[in-house]
């Protein structure tokens, strides 16, 4: 066979080696349907194996960010798949719908197989926690496009709800009023958003990522930057049987003043308790080391808050309860009001 492509810094042999080696990484998501099998032209899913009567479509798609050039510059790269599911899981999950399948694409310079490998390993392991199938995607090898040791990854989710049970709750008896509360779920810490900045600020230290963290000698800035984006699905799929929550918000770029108001129906705002929101060592070494404004902290991290849960205050502390006893330390951290 003809090597000029090669030459031309695409090694087919190289893509077909990688799909061989991630087919036990593919199998290992199986679900109902879906069989967990990879090499076709497009990737099928059958909603009425996976137990659906009447469901509604739900997609998200997303990426990682410029948290890959920490994973670039440590070699580190087996987290950050973790966090491409997550950060589309989890914004379907915002709909009250329960993930099914997950397609990557990934796009290089130049493949390296182990990295790539490593690279859908985490997908994998996001898509294992989240309960859905990865049932392709893509890899790109582009010369020219990056520079070696360097690729971007993108996601795209599907998940599914019967028709009736979306959230959020907008209309009917159990629709969103004002006093409802404000659940907080804690994150694993800057999850997938501010990267940018946290970038600059490291840099500005002049710290490395093998330095050991100033907020927490026991652990390397990589090791906390890279700690991947937590999956809220298992957490929160119990509490979607009933009426329990009415609302579920993803925490991502914006913070909780940004990103809770867009589950909200016209009318309604929130009250946030400041003593109640029990900031992070690490945000609050960033807003010192930064000089960042408490407007600008909020808007630009989570802060610790990975997820937010609405229910009523009627509803709380059931609420509350089934998440201790899946080991979630959940706290009220506000409520709703009228706008």
Known sequence: MSDAYKKAGVDIDAGDRLVNRIKPLVR???????DGTIGGFGGLFDLKAAGFTD???VSGTDGVG??????FETGQHNTVGIDLVAMCANDVLAQGA???????????GRLSEDTAADVI???AEGCQQTGAALIGGETAEMPGMYPDGEYDLAGFCVGAAERGTLLPLHEGPEAMRAGDRLIALSSSGAHSNGYSLIRKIVAEANLAWADKAPFNPDKTLADVFLAPTRIYVPLVRPLLEGTLIKGFAHITGGGLTDNIPRVLPDGLDIRLDDAALDILPLFEWLQVQGKLSDADLHRTFNCGIGGVLIASDEHTNTVLDALQKQGETARVIGELVAA
Do not use: E, N, S, V
Not at 98 to 103: G, Q
């Open 28 to 34: 290992a998501t199986q679900r109902p349907g879906a």
């Open 55 to 57: 469901p509604i479509l």
């Open 66 to 71: 410029t948290k890959l050039k920490i994973a």
């Open 98 to 108: 329960l993930p099914l399948f997950f397609m990557d694409y990934f796009a290089c």
């Open 121 to 123: 390993a985490g997908i």
